[in-house]
């Protein structure tokens, strides 16, 4: 059993910067891929970034990509999305969300997932 637990939301103005975490419990954290998805009010939620369990290989949604950077502690037990440059369109919850490997979380399956954090950016 994982829980995940997100921080670091909050208001920030077009073109600043949020770092959100996400803590980890159980023992077994380095063999999940983790990801971060993001769901805003009327839309579907949506895939923004994911880290392989070794914390080598990373991927992005193309409308981030650039702008967010995906990382993790396996040691800590802990994720980090650091999103820079933000725009309102960003505005959304942000969930994290572990998938056991060999196969990433997507938008429709993972093995857990937070209780998400609120991102809002104003222009």
């Known amino acids: 059993q994982v829980q995940l637990v997100e921080s670091g939301g909050g208001l920030v103005q077009a073109g600043g910067s949020l770092r959100l975490s996400c803590a980890a419990s159980?023992?077994?954290?380095?063999?999940?891929?983790m990801g971060w998805f993001r769901q805003a009010p009327g839309k579907e939620r949506e895939f923004v970034a994911a880290?392989?369990?070794?914390?080598?290989?990373?991927n992005y949604a193309d409308s981030v990509k650039g702008r967010f950077t995906i990382s993790r502690d396996n040691a800590k037990n802990a994720v980090s999305l650091q999103m820079n440059r933000l725009k309102p369109e960003d505005t959304a919850v942000y969930y994290c969300?572990?998938?056991?490997?060999?196969?990433?979380?997507?938008?429709?399956?993972?093995?857990?997932w937070g209780q998400g954090t609120q991102v809002t950016v104003f222009s």
């Open positions: 159980g023992r077994t954290f380095s063999t999940y891929i």
């Open positions: 880290i392989s369990a070794g914390g080598g290989d990373t």
């Open positions: 969300a572990a998938k056991i490997v060999p196969r990433p979380p997507t938008k429709y399956e993972a093995d857990y």
